[in-house]
């Protein structure tokens, strides 16, 4: 039984298409593909099947949150167990 297919068309930023092209070709797959999927598991769930939200954090948090990558990432960076960091905290 051949399948009925239909074309969709719609615009997108030129600079999110060629990053969404380069991620779903890591993937091993095009954007036709990743959009079926997309699809597919949105009518499966009933639902955009993942989060919309506008909680992002402000530039203070994201700020907060690399400085804590690098720290965690630089060996140079004083290490603590629990009671190490209670009994530093009680100087």
């Not at 930023?13 to 060629?18: I, R």
């Not at 969404?20 to 955009?48: H, K, P, W």
């Not at 530039?59 to 965690?72: D, G, H, K, N, R």
Request: aromatic residues 6%; charged residues 25%.
């Amino acid at each position: 039984m051949a399948t009925k297919v239909s074309n969709v068309s719609f615009r997108i930023d030129s600079d999110l298409k060629a990053q969404a092209d380069a991620l779903f070709s890591q993937l091993g797959m095009n954007m036709t593909t990743a959009f079926n999927i997309f699809l597919r598991q949105s009518v499966r769930e009933g639902c955009i099947p993942f989060e919309i939200t506008l909680n992002t954090p402000n530039s203070e948090t994201v700020a907060a949150l690399i400085e804590a990558q690098q720290l965690m990432n630089n060996p140079d960076t004083k290490k603590y167990d629990i009671e190490d960091a209670l009994k530093e905290l009680k100087k």
